[in-house]
Antibody, heavy 121, light 107 residues
Framework: QLQLQESGPGLVKPSETLSLNCSVS??????????WGWVRQPPGKGLEWIGT???????SYNPSLVGRVSISVDTSKNQFSLKLNSVTAADTALYYC?????????????WGQGTLVTVSS | DIQMTQSPSTLSASVGDRVTFTCRAS??????LNWYQQKPGKAPRLLIY???SLHSGVPSRFSGSGSGTDFTLTIDSLQPEDFATYYC?????????FGQGTMLEIK
């Protein structure tokens, strides 16, 4: 059974870089069937699409974050990562990693439990 | 970007009721529309994909319909575990944006 687990610092200072990892078990991150990515949710608010990566390295990002965001994969650890530069308080959110179906409806069929990242000095 | 608008923002209903949620896209998305359920403190859960296909393990009281720009999610005979927030999402064009959500609360 697929499991996704986010990890990383829960507190990041303004202007610094947010870095999160998502460990994948029960599937290979190099599978040609899926995309892997991130969605965030500010406290008490709705869901925001961040972006995805398709192995070995095709990425797609939300235009609102382009220039600050990058997603990468590490097949040796079967995990993928998120980096978000120059963070502000507006980046405080619950960050979810997810798996997206690569074809047909392109739906998100699996989610991590989420990790809260607070941007504060 | 494609904007997704859900209505109403909050819906009050009772166990056993039939409820319908609405989602509208700012441009046609054919049937690239997915519905998720989120309970407090939990990750979203896929309910419906491709506008009307029921995800594996989801009870048959959930159904979806629509195409183009207008979509609905219906729950027949509400159960206590159905009280949650529901989000639509378009997967027609990246960024695959979400609606703002509809909170289903107990009347």
């Amino acid at each position: 059974q697929l499991q996704l687990q986010e990890s990383g610092p829960g507190l990041v200072k303004p202007s610094e870089t947010l870095s999160l990892n998502c460990s994948v078990s029960g599937d290979s991150i190099s599978s040609p069937l899926y995309y892997w990515g991130w969605v965030r949710q500010p406290p008490g608010k709705g869901l925001e699409w961040i972006g995805t990566i398709y192995y070995p390295g095709s990425t797609s990002y939300n235009p609102s974050l382009v220039g600050r965001v990058s997603i990468s994969v590490d097949t040796s650890k079967n995990q993928f990562s998120l980096k978000l530069n120059s963070v502000t308080a507006a980046d405080t959110a619950l960050y979810y990693c997810m798996r997206r179906i690569g074809s047909y409806a392109r739906q998100i069929d699996s989610w991590g439990q989420g990790t809260l990242v607070t941007v504060s000095s | 970007d494609i904007q997704m608008t859900q209505s109403p923002s909050t819906l009050s209903a009772s166990v056993g009721d039939r409820v319908t949620f609405t989602c509208r896209a700012s441009q046609t998305i054919t049937t690239y529309l997915n519905w998720y359920q989120q309970k407090p403190g939990k990750a979203p859960r896929l309910l419906i994909y491709a506008a009307s296909s029921l995800h594996s393990g989801v009870p048959s009281r959930f159904s979806g319909s629509g195409s183009g720009t207008d979509f609905t999610l219906t729950i027949d005979s509400l159960q206590p575990e159905d009280f949650a927030t529901y989000y639509c999402q378009q997967s027609y064009r990246s960024p695959y944006s979400f609606g703002q959500g509809t909170m289903l609360e107990i009347k």
